[in-house]
RNA sequence: GCUCCCGUAGUCUAGUCCGGUCAAGGAUCGGGGCCUUUCGAGCCUCAGACGCGGGUUCGAAUCCCGCCGGGAGCACCA
């Protein structure tokens, strides 16, 4: 039957399927509207627990997006519960925390719409994990080590079981009330899980849960020398705090293994879901916390907010909108892959949102000053607030035959007819000819009689070889700006006003 | 090297679990055109993809095997 079917032609075919189905020749209509999320898996509407984890060790960025949106959108998704658990164990030197990042994040978090519940610290769990932990080692499912970071990892790397392994539980807890009363150094012992020694995956093989470290916290000083690894803490949170559902990068899959593990040999029942989103990286942007930091200290850039970092206060400054950043995520669903995305990906969507709200305004880079010859009394033009809106009304701009123009149209058109924008058509040159006045089909540049300087201020893209910042001329009007005004400047793109003063404006360059 | 994950147009993504309406949808980027006193927006249009090789099947992007390619983890960081 189905081969009988197969030899007739598909003209054949859809004649005949017309005759007995017509139905099914109609093509689905293709959904359009917001992307929809995946389902989580077993999520029950209002029941849903979901936890952000942000280490404070200075303002979220743009790589970590993908983390607090797709959680966001999750409780929301399921009107669940969203909560912000600071994951602010000591770290290490090279990744110290910082007091005011805490507030950095909230910042960033509150910009961005991400609504959550609670805020907790897990510097003020520390006692319970203290309490998991000794439930660890008096069953003998964990170990205290005093072997060196360097010998632990020849003896992972050759399956080898120290003989701290298999000493007597007693003295495991005497090791780990020890190490609680400082009679150990930095260094000089650890709490380690029991997995074991020859598991396929030498990360996985006998994980260190604590370790010492003497430095002061900046919120809770020196109540603890003995701070818990990242996993082991997300184990007794994860667990304390009934998480329903742990979404989280795919380069932290093997704390799912660590959480699990311990949840098995503490006979813990509830457990969240596991479920992982692929690496996002930018083309052309470096995310450096640590590169901003000390580019920050050295005075080359103004703060955490300058928008030649890539921060969440940065994109704002730079006027992005929140919605935008959202949609940019959100459009990557729930995917595995590790993906590169350009920066104009998130422009694009951006400049959906604000074309129809930015005013235009002509701004001349590095301008080159021009005397036109020849040009009839005129002393302003009128020009269209927005093209799309004649309804918004004009801007006049004072007009005469001392303009300014910008460097690189100069360079580009001298010599040439072009049109002076809403004003008139010029032979380009210093000492340039007026040709006429009326709309003409030829190249048109900005243009500035006397205006107000403008400083605008570049994102920061890697390798490239622009300049960070520009300065030029605004026309008129210009000044009457109100910070966080967003307008385009013509021909060269969407900025957010940061700054009036009589001196200058400052404007945050977004994207073309 | 070991462990795990992922391969759909330049880029991102839908479809893959449950094989047929997929001669593969959308977005963005790119080409062309229209419109527009911006290199913006809008409208129309074109181009562009199932990593490779086997197998199963009437039929494979979808199932199986092998290969190739990419990524992540392998810290007393998070």
């Known amino acids: 039957m189905v081969a009988e079917v197969n030899r007739l032609s598909p003209e054949a075919q859809r004649a005949e399927l017309a005759s007995i189905a017509p139905e099914l020749l109609e093509k689905p209509t293709p959904s359009t509207g917001p992307k929809e999320l995946p389902p989580l898996p077993k999520a029950v509407e209002g029941q849903v627990v979901l936890r952000l984890a942000p280490y404070p060790s200075g303002p979220l960025h743009i790589g970590n997006a993908r983390a ?25 030197e090279d990744k110290p925390i910082l007091p005011e990042a805490y507030d950095q994040v909230k910042e960033g978090l509150d910009w961005a719409g991400v609504e959550y519940r609670e805020v907790l610290y897990k510097s003020d769990r520390i006692p319970l994990h203290y309490e998991w932990a000794e439930k660890l080692l008096a069953t003998g499912e964990a170990y205290v080590c005093e072997c060196d970071s360097e010998t632990l990892r020849k003896n992972r790397e050759a399956k080898h079981a120290c003989v701290h392994r298999t000493q007597d539980v007693d003295e495991t807890i005497a090791m780990w009330k020890a190490m609680l009363a400082g009679e150990y150094g930095e260094g000089e012992a650890v709490v380690r899980l029991k997995t074991d020694m020859a598991h396929p995956n030498p990360a ?129 669903g729930l995917s595995l892959n590790d993906i590169e995305v350009p920066a104009e990906a998130l422009y694009a969507e951006n400049r959906k949102m604000i074309d129809k709200d930015a005013n235009r305004y002509f701004f001349v880079p590095d301008p080159v000053s021009v005397e036109i010859s020849g040009l009839p009394p005129i002393e302003r033009v009128k020009a269209p607030l927005h093209p799309d809106f004649p309804g918004r009304g004009v801007r006049e701009i004072a007009a005469g035959p001392k303009v300014h123009v910008a460097e690189d149209d100069f360079a580009k058109f001298r010599g040439k007819e072009v049109r002076l924008k809403d004003f008139c058509n010029v032979v380009l040159d210093k000492r340039a000819k007026f040709v006429s006045m009326e709309n003409k089909d030829i190249p048109k540049i900005q243009w500035v009689m006397h205006g107000v300087n403008v400083h605008l201020v570049l994102p920061d893209v890697t390798e490239s070889p622009e300049p960070r910042e520009v300065r030029g001329l605004g026309e008129p009007l210009v000044a009457a700006l109100k910070v966080d005004d967003v307008v385009q400047f013509e021909r060269v793109g969407f900025a957010r006003i940061d700054h009036v003063s009589k001196a200058e404006v400052r404007a945050y360059f977004g994207h073309r």
């Open 204 to 332: 996985f093989r006998d994980r260190v849960l604590f370790r010492i470290a003497e430095r002061d916290h900046p919120r809770v000083g020196d109540r603890y020398r003995v701070w818990p690894m990242l996993e082991f803490s997300w184990a007794v949170d994860d667990a304390l705090l009934g998480i329903t559902h742990v979404l989280r990068g795919k380069d932290l899959v093997m704390e799912d293994q660590m959480e699990t593990w311990i949840w098995d040999v503490l006979g813990i029942r509830a457990r969240p879901e596991f479920v992982h989103f692929g690496i996002l990286r930018f083309k052309d942007v470096e995310l450096s916390k640590s590169r901003y930091r000390r580019e920050i200290a050295a005075g080359r850039l103004t703060g955490i907010d300058d928008p030649r970092t890539w921060s969440l206060q940065s994109l704002r400054r730079r006027g992005i909108r929140p919605a935008a950043l959202r949609e940019f995520v959100l459009s990557f």
């Open 68 to 92: 607090f949106v797709l959680n966001d959108a999750y409780a929301k998704k399921y009107r669940g519960r969203l909560l912000l658990v600071f994951d602010d164990t000591i770290g290490s």
